[in-house]
């Protein structure tokens, strides 16, 4: 079936780069999605990649989709204690509407 | 414009009470999703509409039901809570590229 793999936990200095990996195992998604929950609250849509890109930039984010691999990246460059988060990859559903498959999530942990 | 609201934002049930969870969305969205977040779990979901007056089952929709009966409403109903559906329940909404996720509410069955 459908499953969106995330490693847990990531740790980074403030000002460095991180990324986030992600793996998926349906290749007819449409789109894969990149979103942000801070502690108590909701899920924030940071950005999207519809299918047939490579990349995609915005600001400091870069999403990067290795179609082949099914392997998607989320690279925050300039990274602030204000990104410490959990970050959910998601793939688009084939079978549910255009539901989401969430992974379980990465916390993104930033030190001073 | 709000997006996308629910209501209550928490609540706390005994076993074998039954409660509705209401979504609101105002961006005349046709798709609309009710999921479910536990410690350490990404979101799983539980029921969809695909428009007004249709429903379908998720990967966890056992003891839940809804009902989409207006276009903006998504109602999410539990007959008879169990501890088991502890949990922190996201309604969401989309056009066909964006979801759009209300804040949450809290859910705590004892």
């Known amino acids: 079936g459908e499953d969106v793999e995330q490693s847990l936990f990531l740790s980074v200095r403030e000002g460095d780069s991180s990324v986030i990996n992600c793996t998926y195992t349906?290749?007819?998604?449409?789109?894969l999605y990149w979103y942000k929950q801070e502690p108590g609250a909701g899920l924030q849509l940071l950005t999207y990649?519809?299918?047939?890109?490579d990349m995609k930039q915005d600001q400091r984010l870069t999403v990067l989709l290795n179609k082949k691999d099914k392997h998607l990246s989320l690279r925050i460059a300039d990274t602030q204690t204000g990104d410490s988060a959990i970050y959910f990859c998601a793939e688009s559903s084939a079978q549910a509407g255009t539901a989401l498959i969430f992974g379980k999530g990465t916390t993104l942990s930033v030190s001073s | 414009n709000a997006g996308v609201t629910q209501t209550p934002k928490f609540r706390v049930l005994k076993t074998g009470q039954s409660m509705t969870l209401l979504c609101a969305q105002d961006m005349n969205h046709e798709y609309m999703y009710w999921y479910r977040q536990d410690p350490g779990m990404g979101l799983r979901l539980i029921h969809y509409?695909?428009?007004?007056?249709?429903?379908a089952k998720g990967e966890v929709p056992d003891g839940y039901n809804v009902s989409r009966l207006k276009k903006q409403n998504f109602l999410l109903g539990l007959e008879s809570a169990a501890p088991s559906q502890t949990s922190v329940y996201f309604c969401?909404?989309?056009?066909?590229?964006?979801?759009?996720f209300g804040p949450g509410t809290r859910l705590t069955v004892l």
């Open positions: 349906d290749s007819s998604s449409t789109y």
């Open positions: 969401a909404s989309s056009s066909m590229a964006e979801q759009f």
């Open positions: 509409s695909v428009g007004e007056g249709t429903t």
């Open positions: 990649i519809f299918s047939n890109m």
